[in-house]
T-cell receptor, first 113, second 116 residues
Framework: DTGVSQNPRHKITKRGQNVTFRCDPISEHNRLYWYRQTLGQGPEFLTYFQNEAQLEKSRLLSDRFSAERPKGSFSTLEIQRTEQGDSAMYLC???????????FGPGTRLTVL | AQKVTQAQTEISVVEKEDVTLDCVYETRDTTYYLFWYKQPPSGELVFLIRRNSFDEQNEISGRYSWNFQKSTSSFNFTITASQVVDSAVYFCALSGITGGGNKLTFGTGTQLKVEL
């Protein structure tokens, strides 16, 4: 399968714990995006990378959130001291510089108890 | 700021009916891109179509067609002869080139239910 993959698919955690999600983009794509989707809403942009550089972050990305993309390949999104309001689907997408459509992974559903 | 509005929250049709999903957008960019994505119950967003702001030609692709009208800032999507497998949430999305990166701004989605 050469699509975008995300792990884990589901994560249940207790408030205050740290969680980390991983995204593996389509191999030839140099752009990688993170979005968050809550129930009944469209995805909201969080951050994006071009190769290993994080070029834009949304105001939604509080200082408890950090994302990395070492070596411009996979990316990780870490949430520290989780809150119940962090419960959502976290989506990763990738694209190439030359083609604007973004291809999404299956998402990681986070539940904070 | 960019904004996408999908006024239809939910649409129910009977199989084989045609259905049109509405999308209205706002942007200050002169060059931008419009998309439709499908999110079936499994949850994964599936890319359907893309349109560039400088190309208003409307097209048909299989059972899908779209109507892009810059004058009214609308980008409507039609499914012809709907099928039960078309049941999903459909999102309209917009990306501009300001700041680079082509981040997507999504609407709130339209839930389409196709019944037998």
């Amino acid at each position: 399968d050469t699509g975008v993959s995300q792990n884990p698919r589901h994560k249940i955690t207790k408030r205050g714990q740290n969680v980390t999600f991983r995204c593996d983009p389509i191999s030839e794509h140099n752009r990688l995006y993170w979005y968050r989707q809550t129930l009944g809403q469209g995805p909201e942009f969080l951050t994006y990378f071009q190769n290993e550089a994080q070029l834009e972050k949304s105001r939604l990305l509080s200082d408890r959130f950090s994302a990395e993309r070492p070596k411009g390949s996979f990316s990780t999104l870490e949430i520290q001291r989780t809150e119940q309001g962090d419960s959502a689907m976290y989506l990763c997408a990738s694209s190439s510089t030359w083609v604007n459509e973004q291809f999404f992974g299956p998402g990681t559903r986070l539940t904070v108890l | 700021a960019q904004k996408v509005t999908q006024a239809q929250t939910e649409i129910s049709v009977v199989e084989k009916e045609d259905v049109t999903l509405d999308c209205v957008y706002e942007t200050r960019d002169t060059t931008y891109y419009l998309f439709w994505y499908k999110q079936p119950p499994s949850g994964e967003l599936v890319f359907l179509i893309r349109r560039n702001s400088f190309d208003e030609q409307n097209e048909i692709s299989g059972r899908y067609s779209w109507n892009f009208q810059k004058s009214t800032s609308s980008f409507n999507f039609t499914i012809t002869a709907s099928q039960v497998v078309d049941s999903a949430v459909y999102f309209c999305a917009l990306s501009g080139i300001t700041g680079g990166g082509n981040k997507l701004t999504f609407g709130t989605g339209t839930q389409l239910k196709v019944e037998l």
